[in-house]
Nanobody, 115 residues
Framework: QVQLVESGGDLVQPGGSLRLSCAAS????????MNWYRQAPGKQRELVAR???????IYADSVKGRFTISRDNNKNMVALQMNNLKPEDTAVYYC?????????WGQGTQVTVSS
């Protein structure tokens, strides 16, 4: 069974930072791309960042320069460093991968940016 377990979400003030982590198991982690999505209330789920097995990254325009995705293939972990957080970053953040043709999602971790 593919399993993605997220952690790190919290309440933070605008301008603050958080680091989200996702622990992966049940698939060959090193050869699969890993994604972070987020979904705010009443909004569609959107791709925030992606990292391929070889380290190529993609970011949503709204987070470029503020968020950094990284992975540790020895630990089967993917992280999202979130700096200079804004209220519009408030959402549930989900770790995601696609293995064997199926989408797999973490349980989600809440990030709330508010003063």
């Amino acid at each position: 069974q593919v399993q993605l377990v997220e952690s790190g979400g919290d309440l933070v003030q605008p301008g603050g930072s958080l680091r989200l982590s996702c622990a992966a198991s049940g698939f060959i982690f090193r050869i699969h791309m890993m994604n972070w999505y987020r979904q705010a209330p009443g909004k569609q789920r959107e791709l925030v960042a992606r990292i391929t097995g070889d380290g190529t990254t993609i970011y949503a325009d709204s987070v470029k320069g503020r968020f950094t995705i990284s992975r540790d293939n020895n630990k089967n972990m993917v992280a999202l460093q979130m700096n200079n957080l804004k209220p519009e970053d408030t959402a549930v953040y989900y770790c995601h991968t696609r293995a064997r043709g199926y989408d797999d999602w973490g349980q989600g971790t809440q990030v709330t940016v508010s003063s």
